[in-house]
């Protein structure tokens, strides 16, 4: 996720649901506060955040009004724009914006520098996933929390085009799938969603993690969250962690350890 200068807009970003985001975004943030504060040592309203890969900027925004601070990380240049744009109508004291990719994060005066650093909907659009969460490691002050959430490659409706099976493609296959489709012409960007076993072993890559798949604090609150079936859903990862492995998304709280 380095620095992209180009000026339109991702062609997973085009679609309405994904327009939606900004309706949603107040919600987002609270779950995303609700989901932290139990592992924190203290609350979330004290806390700094880093929104990485925040996009448009509507939930950091949000988060603005619920923490001490927020750092809006969106190496995107037309989503960068529309981000700036956003900070500056907002009028936010406490929200700062960078345009600046993952790859230059997490080191120097970022690090250990956050209470909890947020990777919502993004890890999917990195191909390095190790160093993704390496520097959301650095940036993180003892103590600090991860908030991690990012599409299941294998759930059989791919998250970004709704497309049936697109992700368990190879790329060329899932290139021309798409192209058939009218939705778009590319899948590279999108296409880097993990599956439950590659999850585990890119958490288990970084020990000072005291990382847990969980459920949102507040189920309510999550897209599709008054179903019956999404509580269903919820109810059963509860009793059985195992299911996991066939769930939508996964959603990671980690925790780092003291040095």
């Known amino acids: 996720m380095d620095p992209n200068p180009q000026t339109d807009l991702p062609e997973y970003e085009r679609s309405l649901r994904m327009v939606e985001r900004r309706r949603l975004a107040t919600g987002f943030a609270k779950q995303i506060a609700i989901t932290t504060e139990p592992f924190l040592d203290r609350p979330f309203a004290q806390c ?19 923490c001490r601070e927020v750092v809006g990380i969106e190496p995107n240049g037309a989503l960068a724009a529309r981000a700036n744009t956003l900070a500056e109508e907002g009028g936010a004291d406490n929200f700062t914006f960078r345009v600046q990719g993952i790859g230059e994060f997490g080191h120097g005066p970022d690090a250990g520098a956050f209470d909890v650093a947020v990777l919502d909907n993004v890890l999917e ?9 390496e520097r959301i490691s650095a940036c993180l002050r003892p103590g600090g929390v991860a908030y991690i959430l990012v599409p299941n490659r294998w759930w059989p409706i791919e998250a970004h085009y709704s497309l049936p099976f697109l992700a368990w493609l190879p790329l060329p296959l899932a290139n021309r799938y798409l192209r058939l489709s009218g939705r778009g012409s ?18 288990a890559q970084r020990p000072e993690l005291d990382a847990r798949f969980t459920v949102p604090g507040d189920v309510s609150l999550a897209e599709g969250g008054g179903s019956a079936l999404y509580s269903a859903g919820v109810r059963a990862l509860r009793r059985f962690p195992a299911l996991w492995a066939i769930s939508k998304a996964f959603l990671v709280v980690a925790v780092k350890k003291p040095a």
Request: aromatic share 10%; net charge negative.
């Open 48 to 66: 700094r955040v880093a929104d990485i890969g925040c996009g448009y900027g509507y939930t950091a925004l949000e988060l603005a009004g619920l």
């Open 125 to 133: 659009h990195l191909d390095d996933q190790p160093d993704a969460l």
């Open 186 to 203: 590319d899948y590279t960007d999108a296409s880097y969603a993990p599956g439950y076993l590659r999850m585990r072993r890119l958490l």
